[in-house]
């Protein structure tokens, strides 16, 4: 069943400007993640947030997660063209990772 | 070193054929899964293994079977295969089942 529902499903910005992507999700969870892919490849792990934390930093990367509304946001700052991709949220729970749907990133020049 | 990898990258095949995917990580991680990705891109766990055992099945048709020899591996054998079946199928593995996945590069099934 589908867990997280990630919006906007695509997002165009320029170069410099920063992204904030959404998920939501259904049930409870042991953490959340957020993956990229780019066209053609497998998916990479970008950062982790434990249900216990509210926000979390890892570079340009800031991750928030909010509980009790079951939702989380991944801002990327200052982004770049080398960021255009497909951004997943996940779920962690019950020995599984629950992916969503996905949002489409174009970083213009 | 790659840390998961699949083989074949590209599969083209009639439908009817039987055909397998192989998958291989050197992490160390005991939970290994299969994913499917369709064209709209959304990523639906198939199976997930914990350390050879079969931990989950997604309500997957028979005739995907998947095979763990040892804890590295994760093959998916998939019998007569049917038009439906054509997607990107991703292997990962993780240490533990919900933390950090790491994917492989996929293997892109097209059933003709």
């Known amino acids: 069943s589908q867990q997280g529902e990630e919006d906007p499903q695509a997002l165009s910005i320029q170069e410099g400007e920063n992204a904030t992507m959404n998920c939501s999700y259904k049930?409870?969870?042991?953490?959340l993640q957020w993956y990229r892919q780019n066209s053609g490849r497998g998916l990479v792990h970008l950062i982790l947030i434990r249900s216990n934390e509210r926000e979390k930093h890892s570079g340009r990367l800031r991750v928030t997660l909010d509980t009790s509304k079951k939702s989380s946001s991944l801002l990327i700052t200052a982004s770049r063209a080398a960021d255009t991709a497909s951004y997943f949220c996940?779920?962690?729970?019950?020995?599984?990772?629950?992916f969503g749907k996905g949002i489409t990133l174009s970083v213009r020049p | 070193d790659t840390a998961v990898s699949q083989t074949p990258k590209y599969l083209v095949t009639q439908m009817g054929n039987d055909k397998s995917i192989k998958c291989e990580q050197n992490l160390g991680h005991d939970t290994m899964y299969w994913y499917k990705q369709d064209s709209k891109k959304f990523l639906k766990i198939m199976f997930s293994?914990?350390?050879?055992?079969?931990?989950i099945n997604e309500t997957v048709p028979n005739r995907f079977s998947p095979k763990s020899p040892d804890k590295a591996h994760l093959n998916l054998h998939i019998n007569s295969l049917e038009l439906g079946d054509s997607a990107v199928y991703f292997c990962?593995?993780?240490?533990?089942?919900?933390?950090?996945?790491?994917f492989g590069q996929g293997t892109r099934l097209t059933v003709v």
């Open positions: 049930t409870s969870i042991n953490n």
């Open positions: 293994y914990n350390n050879k055992e079969l931990i």
């Open positions: 996940a779920t962690g729970a019950n020995s599984k990772l629950t």
């Open positions: 990962a593995s993780s240490h533990d089942g919900v933390t950090e996945a790491f």
